[in-house]
């Protein structure tokens, strides 16, 4: 744990966003006002706004303007993605750590849980990005804070082709979706994202699974996450090789909509946020 104080500080801007998820009361006027104080990410909000992915005809200037036509949950999403992954780039990590695999497969998972969310019923679906851009923050922990374990758990993966989990556990006695989580309660997330991270791998395990209807936020979790490594956007190539595919995931938690459909607006929204990187 002590490896989270080895991370960048947050921004004054991600420290809003992370708080205004626990704060259904957040206004567009208070969001606005924060991200103008951002010159860089006072840019992004405009540049996203006026591009390609909202086709709108006249140019918007404003970001109180841009804010009020992205939404507050789009918008949030997206400074979240994009002040996340800036964040990350500046970690010292080890020689086979791949940051910008790391990231790409983040950003992938937030983008896959969100489209899942719009259009399946689920436990706090407002949660489902930063659940996908968090959950597999217990693997660059241990990366920072134990490089030598680090190394020693792929060997025994790729040797034994054993899950990552249970070579984890083997090791160190802790796994990387219990490490996330407990970094989630330390930055006070609220509780559904923690426990959705804490159950991405073992979703069947997540005490809310059959308890009424409504899917647990784990499961859109894991099927963003096998999704992403499906497409490549995996940290390893292992985990890609070993993912159903997309329409295979999406079966089995009963998603409705069309997979082509769902995967157009992940690229989409992708290259938004990549351009502003």
């Known amino acids: ?28 006027a208070k969001l606005a006002n924060v991200i103008e104080r951002d010159t860089v990410l006072s840019g992004n909000v405009l540049r996203l706004v006026n591009s390609a992915l909202y086709g709108r005809r006249g140019t918007v200037s404003s970001v109180r303007a841009a804010v009020s036509i992205l939404g507050l949950t789009k918008l949030r999403n997206f400074l979240l993605g994009l002040s996340v992954s800036k964040l ?31 259009k399946i019923r689920v436990d706090y679906p407002e949660g489902a990005f930063v659940a996908g851009l968090l959950h597999d923050l217990g693997r660059l922990m241990i990366a920072i804070s134990l490089p030598d374990e680090f190394d020693r758990i792929l060997a025994v993966q790729r040797a034994g082709g054993q899950p990552l989990e249970s070579c984890e556990a083997e090791l160190l006695d802790v796994t990387h979706s219990e490490l996330s989580a407990a970094a989630l309660a330390r930055w006070n997330l609220p509780g559904p994202i923690q426990k959705a991270v804490l159950y991405h791998h073992r979703p069947q395990l997540d005490p809310a699974r059959g308890a009424s209807s409504i899917l647990p936020l784990s499961h859109a979790l894991a099927a963003a996450n096998e999704i992403a490594n499906s497409l490549s956007h995996s940290i390893t190539p ?36 990549q351009q502003n990187l």
Not at 10 to 27: E, G, K, M
Not at 263 to 270: D, G, I, N, R
């Open 88 to 118: 990350w780039a500046k970690v010292k990590t080890p020689g086979g750590w791949s940051m910008s695999r790391f990231n790409e497969h983040a950003v992938s998972a937030a983008l896959l849980a969100d489209g899942i969310v719009q």
């Open 1 to 28: 744990m002590r490896s989270l104080d080895q991370l960048p500080p947050f921004s004054p801007v991600l420290n809003h966003l992370i708080a205004s998820l626990a704060d259904d009361d957040v206004s567009f």
């Open 238 to 273: 292992e985990e890609s090789a070993a993912a159903r595919q997309a329409h295979e995931v999406l079966a089995a938690i009963g998603y409705p909509g069309s997979t082509d459909e769902m995967l157009a607006a992940f690229v989409s929204e992708k290259q938004a946020i």
